[in-house]
Structures are given as C-alpha cells and as structure tokens.
C-alpha cells in the first residue's frame, strides 16, 4: 500500500485558516486521497477525499498537487472544535471493499 | 444525519469472559467493519464483513474473534475470552459502498476494560 507522512502536530488560532499537509510521493495513479479526522474521545470522521482536482465540501477544501504526490487539507476558518487527529490515507480505486490504514495523523491544537 | 451507533459505550470484564459489542450500522449500508484503538495508539483495522460474510480480516482477528449480523440491524463482535490486551476501544464503521470513491461512516466507539 502507497504510505502517506504527516507532521506529527500542528497548532493554529481560532478563526485563521489551518493547511495540513499530507506527502503521498509513492501514490498510485489510482489511489484516492481521504482525509478522516479523530475528535478527542470519538470515532474517526470522514472529511473528505478526492482524486485529482480539488475539492470542497462544507466541512473543508482538499487541494492536491499537480504531481499529486501531495495535498493539503484546508479549514478555512478553524474553531475550536476542529482540534482533532487529522489523517490522510490512500484508497485504491480499482479495489472493492478495503481496510482504511490510519497511521499517526497529525493532532491539531487551536488555541483560542 | 444517519450515525452508527455502538452499545455499550464502556464495558469492563474479567480476564476470560466473553464479551459481545454492539453496532447497529446506517440502515441503508451494506459492508461494515470493526476497528480498534489501544489508548495511545493507531487505529487499526480488525474485520470487513458483506453478504453475510468476512471479506478481509487482519492478523489481529484470530480465532478469539468473530463477527455476526444476526437480524437485519444489529451487527456485534464477539470476543471469546478476553486478554488484557484486549483493553481497547472498538469503533463499528458501515459504508454504502466499498468504493474509494466514498468515505465510511464510524461510532462513537465502544472502551473494551480488561481487569
């Protein structure tokens, strides 16, 4: 399976935008790219995956790389409640139903 | 919003006993999956089940484990004879579909204590 590296933490202010970045240089050309994230004491969350262009959804904006061999997960406006382990995983198109790999994730502190 | 809901959300049991944790998936979905997360570790994948069967399971899922639908709802993990390192949380998760091209929805999760 392609692997993705993530910092390990990353802090950020109330109200600013927050650009989580997520390097996934052995990806495949059928590999979507999903963002989940963990809130203290809760099941992980799906965010938001795409493929090749990016992509916005009420929740956040995934913009990948031209190479696509990185993307970042945008929080245009961070709260508080958007501190939480934030995960970037690979899933291979071509499959059918497949295990979601969480490695570490990068923990988000937002301080107010 | 549809949630998948987990019961119970804390369970404490003696070191060789039985244990049985409930999920009741999205009602619309059809694959589902049971993870867990020991405190301060990954999650990590145990089991994919569709059709009435297993589809994937990892080395962790060993004969200690199994997994049932037994009505149109609930879907459980059933752990045989628990260890102390099976104190963990265990989160059910139900897709639609297993495509990359959609997310998985999970529980709140269930704390599996082991005493």
């Known amino acids: 399976d392609a692997k993705t590296t993530q910092p390990n933490s990353m802090e950020s202010n109330e109200e600013e935008p927050v650009h989580l970045p997520c390097n996934h240089s052995?990806?495949?050309?059928?590999?979507?790219i999903h963002w989940y994230r963990q809130l203290p004491s809760q099941g992980p969350e799906y965010v938001i995956h795409?493929?090749?262009s990016n992509v916005n959804n009420r929740m956040a904006s995934l913009a990948i790389a031209e190479d696509r061999k990185s993307s970042t997960l945008i929080l245009h406006r961070a709260t508080l409640r958007d501190a939480a382990v934030y995960y970037c995983?690979?899933?291979?198109?071509?499959?059918?139903?497949?295990?979601?790999?969480f490695g570490q994730g990068t923990r988000l502190t937002i301080n107010p | 919003e549809p949630e998948v809901t987990q019961t119970p959300s804390h369970q404490v049991t003696q070191m060789g006993q039985e244990v049985i944790l409930r999920c009741v998936p999205i009602?619309?979905?059809?694959?589902f999956y049971w993870y867990r997360q020991i405190l301060g570790q990954k999650v990590e994948f145990l089991v994919s089940?569709?059709?009435?069967?297993?589809?994937?399971k990892s080395e962790i899922f060993d004969d200690q484990f199994s997994v049932e639908r037994p009505d149109g709802s609930n879907f459980t993990l059933k752990i045989r004879s628990t260890k102390l390192e099976d104190s963990a949380m265990y989160f059910c998760?139900?897709?639609?579909?297993?495509?990359?091209?959609?997310?998985?929805?999970f529980g709140s999760g269930t704390r599996l204590t082991v005493v």
């Open positions: 998760a139900s897709s639609e579909r297993p495509w990359a091209q959609e997310g998985y929805t």
């Open positions: 009602s619309n979905h059809l694959y």
């Open positions: 052995t990806i495949s050309g059928t590999d979507y």
């Open positions: 795409g493929l090749t």
């Open positions: 089940f569709y059709n009435n069967e297993i589809s994937e």
């Open positions: 995983i690979l899933r291979d198109g071509l499959k059918g139903a497949q295990k979601l790999v």
